[in-house]
């Protein structure tokens, strides 16, 4: 199994943000697929779950409204469209499909 995020960046507050996750090494459609984040000095936390078909999808509060999580199942990734960014969404986001994690990609919201 391989998760590979990318699309991370710096950004200035109100901004936006699409990351990317290609995975591969299973079935990418069977699967239900999550990103996560961690800020510095902060324990890894729940941004959104998507269903393996993307139909039920399920958001932390702190993102709801404002980021968008997403699957194209032909192409074997996984998308996090993140709008109107705050400097407290500055973290490194992770693709996680249990018990697997991609490298990570490093958000930076500021000015």
């Known amino acids: 199994v391989q998760l590979v995020e990318s699309g991370g960046g710096l950004v200035q507050p109100g901004g936006s943000l699409r990351l990317s996750c290609a995975a591969s090494?299973?079935?990418?459609?069977?699967?239900?697929m999550g990103w996560y984040r961690q800020a510095p000095g902060k324990e890894r936390e729940l941004v959104a779950i998507i269903s393996h078909a993307g139909v039920n999808r399920n958001y932390a509060d702190s993102v709801k409204g404002r980021f968008t999580i997403s699957r194209d199942n032909a192409k074997n990734t996984l998308y996090l469209q993140m709008n109107n960014l705050k400097p407290e969404d500055t973290a490194v986001y992770y693709c996680?499909?249990?018990?697997?994690w991609g490298q990570g990609t490093q958000v930076t919201v500021s000015s």
């Open positions: 996680n499909r249990p018990p697997y």
């Open positions: 090494g299973f079935t990418f459609s069977s699967y239900a």
